[in-house]
């Protein structure tokens, strides 16, 4: 199986930044997509940022020219580069991976979260 681990979250000023890092461990064939979501308390799970294996982003209008997001194949490592934090960004960020394992299944795999507070 697959195991997701965030980290590298915390608590920041507005206006200061944070990365996250997203690791995948486990029987892994290849990674497809990696992707960064978000939930605040009382709101939906939403998309910040997702990344390709061919490095192909995808950006949520409220993050773009503030987050960046990368990835390191080699490590099945994902990071989430927040730059000019505002207390809007306030959640549990939450990394999502979905590739396959053992060369034909499919996974499609959530960590555990980390908590971002941006203070105003």
């Known amino acids: 199986q697959v195991q997701v681990v965030e980290s590298g979250g915390g608590l920041v000023q507005a206006g200061g930044s944070l990365r996250l890092s997203c690791a995948a461990s486990g029987s892994i064939f290849s990674i497809n997509v990696m992707g960064w979501y978000r939930q605040a308390p009382g709101k939906q799970r939403e998309l910040v940022a997702a990344i390709t294996s061919d490095s192909s982003t995808n950006y949520a209008d409220s993050v773009k020219g503030r987050f960046t997001i990368s990835r390191d194949n080699a490590k099945n490592t994902a990071y989430l580069q927040m730059n000019s934090l505002k207390p809007e960004d306030t959640a549990v960020y939450y990394c999502?991976?979905?590739?396959?394992?053992?060369?034909?299944?499919?996974?499609?795999?959530w960590g555990q979260g980390t908590q971002v507070t941006v203070s105003s």
């Open positions: 999502n991976v979905q590739g396959k394992w053992r060369i034909w299944n499919d996974f499609d795999d």
